[in-house]
């Protein structure tokens, strides 16, 4: 009896640790996504932390698909491909525009080398936009922007991760007020 | 009396016993009785005679064969039986099963899986609670402006494409041209 009673219960606890060990072992790695883009270098490059920060990736992200799917379907349907939205803003003087220039320039280098390809490239005095897009099987697995301007809210580096339609994304965006939906402390 | 002789037997008279005979039921005892019988009674010996024949040629004639629908009809009843059936023996299985020495080590089991899902869940992928609504409106609120801030630098970008390789590769000059050729015809 008492063997029959190991049995079982040997049978309930490899029915509860394998599936974990499993859901750790073969957990979703944002890091090791082709459309995720490592923002810690940005601090170092300006000596000091993003003002403006924004990280929605996960659980949260899917919660918010669901809280807009009544309201904006189109939205909550974008943000089902998406994985993480990240978005640092820094404080540019004019002093720093070139250095930041160039070391922007390097970054797209690096990006251009590993897979990223440039969509949009802009450079005016004091005014620097890049924007890249990676694909994977057909698809866009990420976005990314850096835009260079010196002032207190203008230089932004943001990244995307996930299957997105850029014309879609200039659709919704242009529904939104970028004063009213962003309560941002500069 | 004997508990163990039929008490109807009597009752049966000799064919019962004929029966008995030919198939070999009968003690020695019996047997001789009735052969005292047999010898006896012509018309019982006539009797033996009718049985023993009836005995030999019943089994070779063919069996009657049960009309197809009396058969589906049993079989049709049957399964109805079975099915209303299930029920009934799923729920004594189940009691025979949780009533058995599997409840403690359900109960164990029960108590290890709570302890093990707690200990073992992944960590979470984001790092607030996520159970505020004002959260959740914050980051909505994050991710339209987001979009919007997107939205607008493409636009701007656009722009500034549109106004570079066209104005000033192409339209521009264009006009220069046109209006050198028509300096020159005026001229």
């Known amino acids: 009896m008492m063997k029959r009673l190991l049995c079982g219960l040997a049978l309930v606890l490899g029915s509860v640790l394998v599936p974990n060990l499993h859901a750790q072992s073969g957990a979703y790695d944002l890091h090791a996504d082709p459309g995720y883009v490592d923002f810690d270098r940005l601090a170092d490059w300006f000596g000091e932390p993003a003002r403006l920060e924004v990280n ?12 807009s799917r009544y309201e904006d379907p189109e939205l909550s349907d974008m943000l089902t491909k998406v994985t ?4 640092r803003g820094f404080p540019l003087r004019r002093s720093q525009f070139e250095t930041m220039e160039t070391k922007a320039d390097d970054w797209a280098s690096t990006l251009s080398e590993s897979g990223w390809d440039t969509i949009v490239r802009v ?3 004091y005014e620097y936009v890049n924007m890249f897009v990676r694909t994977r099987d057909d698809a866009i697995a990420g976005m990314v922007v850096m ?26 965006g242009r529904r939104f007020d970028l004063d009213l939906a962003y309560d941002s402390d500069y | 009396m004997n508990p163990f002789e039929d008490p109807h037997a009597a009752a049966h008279g000799p064919d019962t016993h004929l029966e008995a005979y030919l198939d070999g039921d009968l003690s020695d005892e019996e047997i001789a009785n009735l052969a005292r019988q047999l010898a006896a009674d012509p ?7 009718l049985a023993r024949a009836v005995k030999t040629l019943l089994p070779q004639l063919d069996a009657p064969l049960c009309p197809p629908e009396v058969t589906q009809a049993v079989f049709h009843t049957t399964r109805r039986w079975a099915w209303a059936e299930r029920p009934r023996r799923l729920r004594r299985r189940l009691s025979r099963f949780v009533g058995s020495v599997w409840q403690p080590a359900l109960g164990l089991g029960l108590v290890a899986l709570v302890a093990v899902t707690t200990f073992l869940r992944p960590a979470p992928v984001v790092e607030a609670p996520l159970s505020q609504e004002a959260e959740v409106q914050q980051a909505l609120a994050e991710v339209q402006w987001t979009l919007a801030y997107l939205s607008r ?3 701007q970008a656009g722009d500034a494409v549109r106004h570079t390789v066209l104005e000033t590769g192409v339209v521009t000059p264009v006009q220069h041209a046109l209006g050198s050729a028509l300096d020159e015809e005026k001229n």
């Open chain 1, 84 to 87: 993480a939205i990240q978005v």
């Open chain 1, 56 to 67: 929605i990736k996960g659980a949260l992200l899917r919660l918010v698909a669901e809280a």
């Open chain 1, 147 to 172: 835009v260079l301007e010196p002032g207190e809210d203008e230089t932004i580096f943001l990244n995307i991760v996930g299957e997105i339609d850029p014309a879609q994304v200039g659709r919704i």
């Open chain 2, 43 to 49: 018309a019982l010996q006539g009797e033996l005679d």
């Open chain 1, 123 to 125: 450079r005016n005095r």
């Open chain 2, 153 to 155: 630098v493409g636009q």
